[in-house]
């Protein structure tokens, strides 16, 4: 499966130390240069800069042939929503709420960092309640009371299995 990621997902994973997990998902992620670029913006945590400044090698750069006009949205934003329907067939992960409406619109299938975190604890890769109160802890703009609403739907859907 392709994977395109916003920056968002990949600054969060990053702070909360659980950026591993997607190369253990997806094996691949595509950023546009657009997303790179703002991870090396100097408003980023250190964490995030030292990230990007030497990149993984599951981390791959593509730039979209046609960056699609989106009003209300960020270079990082269009760039990666241009890929992704662009390369067909993938998974966006962005959290932006704009940004996954304008990905809706466009048909394209998108999660965002609750998500994939929610997918690595089903897995096996990641305590959910621990990787949620790291995001708790974090610069994250959720909903604290929705974090627990999604881990305590997540337990019970385990506890049914």
Request: glycine share 4%; charged share 25%; proline share 6%.
């Amino acid at each position: 499966m392709l994977v395109v990621a916003d920056s968002s997902p990949l600054i969060v994973l990053v702070n909360i130390e659980q950026i591993a997990v997607l190369p253990r998902l997806f094996g691949q992620v595509i950023v546009p240069p657009e997303v790179s670029c703002e991870l090396r913006q100097m408003n980023r945590p250190e964490a995030v800069r030292d990230f990007i400044s030497a990149p993984p090698g599951w981390l791959l750069e593509r730039t979209p042939t046609v960056i699609e006009s989106i009003p209300a949205l960020h270079a990082g934003e269009r760039a990666a929503i241009s890929l992704a329907r662009e390369l067909k067939d993938g998974l966006l992960l962005i959290d932006e709420a704009r940004g996954r409406r304008a990905a809706a619109a466009r048909k394209i299938p998108f999660t965002g960092t609750v998500g994939v975190l929610e997918l690595a604890a089903d897995r096996g890769l990641l305590d959910l309640q621990n990787a949620f109160t790291r995001l708790k802890q974090s610069d994250f703009w959720i909903s604290h009371e929705l974090l627990d609403e999604r881990l305590k739907r997540y337990q019970e859907l385990r506890q049914r299995r």
